[in-house]
Structure formats: structure tokens, C-alpha cells
């Protein structure tokens, strides 16, 4: 394991200087967004953990829970509940009575980057609470990461080289113990509406998760 010391969510974290100018820069155009660090989101005992990018600046940036109010949000909450993981297809709000069930949401940097573009040593100073998060998972989990970023941050997190495990569009990982990392390409609105990634194929990866899931 890396010898990073781990550690739990800071809602007030302003360790990266260009973040927290950016979060501030952001407050100020849009006072009534959340516009600060966001939180892991789901089930807190869940066995699938779904690792993004960063919040998106009119999605999570604005409502504070993952992939929320973005376009990104759209395939990945209809395919969460289309599986079993919630109780709802669409998550508009941190109120509005979604709930997650075996499956926890994260993201590699917790903070709105600007044009959603974190650089590496913000990705490494974010990384302590991802080595948490993947501590605190029980065994036999699974970790889906949506694009190659997320996919280095998990091995980083995870004190791996990276060129031990490249990423791969529903690659397989077995990385330490019994955890599992699975690789889909991002939800975003270009994968998505290029075809890059389309519904059926997120939908294999989820059948991919579920069935790895159960068979640990």
C-alpha cells in the first residue's frame, strides 16, 4: 500500500490552492450553488463503489450529492435503478428521496476543477480520502470506475503501479485481497451522444458488477 497517510472526508478542505480559488471564484457567480468539496454519496455499508471524475460545475458542484443535476447523472441513475441499486431512475436534489442500496458513489477529486480538468498533483493531494473510502469497503466488494482517471486514482489509492493494471473499457482487475476494480468508459455527454458509450454497453458493465458481486 502507498505510504500516503488515509483519511476521511473533509467537507472544509482547501489543500489545493487552485480548488479552493476556483470554489470561491464560483461561489461568488452562483451563491445558491453548493460550491464546496462533495461528499461520497449511498449506502454506507455498500459493496459496489462507483469512482468519477470530479463534481461537474451545474451538476454536483451545484447540488452537492455525485453526478446529480448533470448530464453524466442521466445514464448512470436510470441504470442504477434499472439493477437494483436505487429506489428512484432520476436524482434531481439532495432532498428529493433518492436512496442508494448496496452501492456507494464517489468521486477521484471531490472538488469542481476548472473546465473539469484536475491536475495530477490535485488528483494525488485528493487521493488520501479515496485510500479511506477503499478501506472501509467490505469484503468481496466491487470498485466501478467511470474513465481512466478515476481508474489510476483507485490504483494509486490502492498502491499499485499503474502499468500493471491499464484501463479498459469492462476490464477486470483483481487487485489486492479480494477487491475487484471493473473499467467503464465515463458517462459524460460526449461518450454518450458520440456512442462511445452507449446504453447497452453500461448496461454490461453493471451486469458485469452485479455478477462479479455475486459470485464473491
Do not use: W
Amino acid at each position: 500500500m502507498s505510504t500516503t497517510t488515509a483519511s476521511a472526508f473533509d467537507p472544509d478542505c482547501r489543500d489545493c490552492p487552485r480548488l479552493a480559488a476556483f470554489l470561491d471564484q464560483t461561489h461568488s457567480t452562483y451563491p445558491d450553488y453548493h460550491a464546496r468539496p462533495v461528499a461520497p454519496f449511498g449506502d454506507p455499508g455498500a459493496r459496489l463503489l462507483i469512482v468519477g471524475l470530479a463534481p461537474g460545475m451545474h451538476g454536483a458542484n451545484a447540488t452537492g450529492r455525485p453526478f446529480t443535476g448533470d448530464y453524466a447523472g442521466i445514464l448512470l441513475y436510470q441504470t442504477l435503478y434499472d439493477f437494483g441499486f436505487s429506489n428512484r431512475p432520476e436524482s434531481i436534489s439532495r432532498d428529493d428521496g433518492l436512496q442508494l442500496s448496496n452501492c456507494r458513489i464517489t468521486n477521484a477529486v471531490k472538488c469542481l476543477p476548472p473546465q473539469n480538468k484536475p491536475l495530477i498533483g490535485e488528483i494525488r493531494q485528493c487521493n488520501s480520502f479515496l485510500r479511506q473510502e477503499l478501506a472501509e469497503l467490505p469484503a468481496g466488494a466491487v470498485v466501478l470506475a467511470l474513465g481512466k482517471i478515476a481508474h489510476d486514482a483507485v490504483l494509486r489509492a490502492s498502491g499499485l503501479r499503474l502499468s500493471a493494471h491499464p484501463f479498459g473499457h469492462a476490464s477486470l482487475h483483481r487487485l489486492h485481497g479480494d477487491l475487484t476494480l471493473i473499467d467503464s468508459y465515463h458517462c459524460s455527454r460526449y461518450n454518450t451522444q458520440t456512442r462511445r458509450l452507449t446504453t447497452d454497453m453500461f448496461s454490461e458493465i453493471f451486469r458485469l458488477a452485479s455478477d462479479t458481486l455475486a459470485a464473491q
